[in-house]
């Protein structure tokens, strides 16, 4: 447990809103992730951070955005939902590139 | 790229008896591999990695893998299951950084729900 912090951890939104979830760590990790977890697919890489202001994206990135402005958070942006976006959304984080720790999840829906 | 397979979506099996998870993984460069578990709605939580070294790995409540270079392989294992061992399994992979930079990124397999009977 690397002290990970997600909020919110539960969100109902309507198509074409704007949704931002936050990542909040206390451990200084370097690394910072956004995955999406969906039934059959396991997780997804979205977004990774590899130091402040230091974004990429993953496998899943169309549709979000990220920005890290300090070491401790890591925004998740939607900039305009879709129910396609309805998934359960973890952060983790690591020190190094062989551990990531998890967050506790947000469950995002969108009507 | 990478890829991960998880042969089983779902394993019952009954408690004390002995459980083996699968995992085939692809890959054109040096890799991690890991397994995670997954209990209901929480977060995931390592059970154990391979990043180099002997090819069988022990982890945390009594799991082992062994990794098979060959076969391209990384099954999990477990002598003899209980109750609390119910839960959903995820295999992952990340390139080891051979030659350039990985920065840790994992790639999931689609998971294995375990569920352990009494």
């Known amino acids: 447990d690397a002290g990970i912090t997600q909020s919110p951890r539960h969100k109902v939104t309507e198509t074409g809103t704007p949704v931002t979830l936050r990542c909040h760590q206390t451990e200084n990790h370097r690394y910072m992730y956004w995955y999406r977890q969906d039934p059959g697919h396991g997780l997804r890489l979205i977004h990774y951070?590899?130091?402040?202001?230091?974004?990429d994206k993953g496998e899943v990135s169309d549709g979000y955005s990220v920005s890290r402005s300090k070491t401790e958070d890591f925004l998740l942006t939607l900039e305009s939902a879709t129910s396609s976006q309805t998934s359960v959304y973890f952060c983790?984080?690591?020190?190094?590139?062989?551990?990531?720790?998890f967050g506790p999840g947000t469950r995002l829906t969108v009507l | 790229a990478q890829s991960v397979t998880q042969l089983d979506s779902q394993v019952p099996v009954f408690e004390e008896a002995p459980v083996e998870l699968r995992c085939n993984y692809s890959s054109s460069v040096s890799v991690y591999l890991f397994w995670y578990v997954q209990y209901p709605n929480q977060g995931l939580q390592l059970l154990l990695k391979?990043?180099?070294?002997?090819?069988l790995v022990k982890g945390i409540n009594g799991f082992e893998a062994e990794f098979n270079k060959s076969q391209t392989s990384f099954h999990l294992r477990k002598p003899s299951v209980h109750i609390s061992d119910t839960a959903e399994y995820f295999c992952?992979?990340?390139?080891?950084?051979?030659?350039?930079?990985?920065?840790?990124?994992?790639?999931f397999g689609q998971g294995t729900i375990l569920t352990v009977h009494p």
């Open positions: 391979y990043l180099s070294g002997s090819t």
């Open positions: 992952a992979v990340s390139d080891s950084g051979a030659g350039g930079t990985s920065y840790g990124k994992l790639t």
């Open positions: 951070s590899y130091g402040v202001k230091d974004t």
């Open positions: 983790a984080t690591g020190t190094s590139t062989d551990t990531q720790y």
